[in-house]
């Protein structure tokens, strides 16, 4: 079993930089595929990005490529996702989710572990 809580949303304003965490129990987070979706009112989940559990690549959005970096830090089961140039349109409950499943995906289906999400507003 995986828990992933994630923290560091909030109001920024248009053109700021915001850091998510995502905190992971369990021994072989290092091997586990992590990403990021994001939910706005009214809207389907949608894939941000994912960073590869065993060679760590990355993979990105179109609409956040360039302005939104993912990390993971496994010594401390920490993944990142650092956002900078947010736009109103970046509004979203933003999720963390895990999977053992070996490769990386980009759509929710591929993930087994969901964290319980972290609200990020930015204002015009």
């Known amino acids: 079993q995986v828990q992933l809580v994630e923290s560091g949303g909030g109001l920024v304003q248009a053109g700021g930089s915001l850091r998510l965490s995502c905190a992971a129990s369990?021994?072989?987070?290092?091997?586990?595929?992590m990403g990021w979706f994001r939910q706005a009112p009214g809207k389907e989940r949608e894939f941000v990005a994912v960073?590869?559990?065993?060679?760590?690549?990355?993979s990105y959005a179109d609409s956040v490529k360039g302005r939104f970096t993912i990390s993971r830090d496994n010594a401390k089961n920490t993944v990142y996702l650092h956002m900078s140039g947010l736009k109103p349109e970046d509004t979203a409950i933003y999720y963390c989710?895990?999977?053992?499943?070996?490769?990386?995906?980009?759509?929710?289906?591929?993930?087994?572990?969901w964290g319980q999400g972290t609200q990020v507003t930015v204002s015009s």
């Open positions: 989710a895990a999977d053992a499943t070996p490769g990386w995906g980009s759509s929710p289906r591929f993930y087994h572990y």
């Open positions: 369990g021994r072989t987070f290092s091997s586990y595929a």
């Open positions: 960073i590869a559990g065993r060679d760590s690549r990355t």
